[in-house]
């Protein structure tokens, strides 16, 4: 029902910044929010952050808070996850997804579609 397509990763300094899109086709009225989500090597999926698509109500997992904010582009079908301070623990591959329940959930499992993901790496 719901394709996602993110860009944006690639190789970025320690203390730099990043933006990553998701773009969401197809039936994109039935999500309610958008999470992003990051999985480095050997570990599980995190959570990272959430958005609402109506009211643009956000969430964060607490170690990005601050530097890391999510934004959407309703038009455009469109979220964004812009990163500054990077951090090398911030080195994973990036994903994001679709839930269409309501609330801003932060397990993996509570959302419907995911994208493709896109690696983040940052350099010391």
């Known amino acids: 029902q719901v394709e996602l397509v993110e860009s944006g990763g690639g190789l970025v300094q320690a203390g730099g910044s990043l933006r990553l899109s998701c773009t969401a086709t197809?039936?994109?009225?039935?999500?309610?929010?958008m999470g992003w989500f990051r999985q480095a090597p050997g570990k599980e999926r995190e959570f990272v952050g959430a958005?609402?698509?109506?009211?643009?109500?956000?969430r964060y997992e607490h170690s990005v808070k601050g530097r890391f904010t999510i934004s959407r582009d309703n038009a455009k079908t469109t979220v964004y996850l812009q990163m500054s301070s990077l951090k090398s623990e911030d080195t994973a591959v990036y994903y994001c997804?679709?839930?269409?329940?309501?609330?801003?959930?932060?397990?993996?499992?509570?959302?419907?579609?995911w994208g493709q993901g896109t690696q983040v790496t940052v350099s010391s």
């Open positions: 197809g039936r994109t009225f039935s999500s309610h929010s």
């Open positions: 958005i609402v698509w109506n009211d643009g109500t956000t």
């Open positions: 997804a679709a839930r269409s329940d309501y609330g801003l959930a932060s397990s993996p499992r509570a959302y419907d579609y």
